[in-house]
């Protein structure tokens, strides 16, 4: 049985793994590496990975704001290890990063500098795959003892054999029944859609006056226009019900 904590933070990283409804293949080598690591079974693994996959994992907020900036560096590597990072998986790291008192602008820098690592990695791999093969050495052959002079035959010649090339496991486009896209939304008074589509989630999760704040905090406006903001969001998605749900849950008493 691994350790308690580690077994926490392990459940954290499959539930951000499975934030889009799917598991890329790149997101599972990752998640093995860190069950190795973690000291983590493959038993023990393999279940996480179905309650995960079932959506019954939560996220646990570390103690101290040493071990709540690991697990966001962890979770950043695993949600865009298969090389895009899709508005759940943003949202999802975005509420997390509230925790630090991280804004979008420095957690869209780590997710930047996490993508761009994974595809320096890739390219070294590709130019360590495509390099040719070294030409075998000619052997000649021994010289006659007597006449007739022996001819020898031609060197054999030698056909490198065409470079198969298949896509890097990070860049693996998902099943298109697994996989979404991400929707085009409404356009609101110009704002990106992956900001929109967070500001929609705190209005639908939250209570109004942390809805209000989440939007004055993440738009940088003051009280008036975050309403405004507020009103023009529920008035162009009739279909958003405000609420209060708290995404981050604490992990159940074991």
């Known amino acids: 049985m691994a350790d308690p904590a580690a077994r926490r933070k392990f459940e954290a990283l499959v539930a951000a793994a499975f934030a889009d409804g799917y598991l890329a293949d790149a997101e599972k080598t990752v998640l093995e590496d860190k069950a190795f690591r973690m000291g983590i079974s493959t038993r023990e693994m393999h279940e996480i990975v179905g309650l995960g996959q079932q959506r019954k994992l939560s996220i646990g907020i570390p103690a101290t704001a040493a071990e709540r900036d ?4 962890d979770l950043i590597e695993v949600v865009a290890a298969d090389g895009r990072v899709e508005a759940p998986e943003y949202s999802l790291l975005a509420r997390f990063a509230e925790t630090l008192k991280i804004g979008l602008p420095e ?3 780590r997710v930047n500098r996490r993508m761009q690592g994974h595809g320096d990695r890739n390219t070294r791999a590709q130019t360590r795959r495509e390099s040719p093969p070294p030409a075998p050495k000619r052997v ?3 010289a006659p003892p007597r006449p007739p002079v022996y001819q020898p035959p031609p060197p054999p010649t030698y056909q490198a054999p065409p470079f198969m090339q298949a896509p890097p496991p990070a860049f693996t486009t998902p099943p298109a029944s697994a996989h979404k896209e991400f929707p085009e939304e409404t356009k609101v008074a110009d ?3 992956v900001t929109l589509q967070l500001l929609k989630q705190s209005i639908m ?3 109004e006056p942390d809805s209000l704040q989440n939007i004055a905090r ?3 406006i003051g009280a008036e226009a975050s309403a405004q903001i507020r009103q023009a969001i529920l008035a162009a998605f009739p279909d958003l019900k405000p609420g209060s749900q708290a995404i981050v849950r604490p ?3 074991r």
Request: glycine share 4%; charged share 25%; aromatic share 4%.
């Open 205 to 207: 999760f939250d209570n």
């Open 191 to 193: 704002l990106p859609p």
């Open 218 to 220: 993440t738009l940088g």
């Open 70 to 73: 690991a697990l966001l560096e």
């Open 140 to 142: 000649e052959p021994p």
């Open 251 to 253: 992990p159940a008493r």
């Open 107 to 109: 957690l869209r820098q």
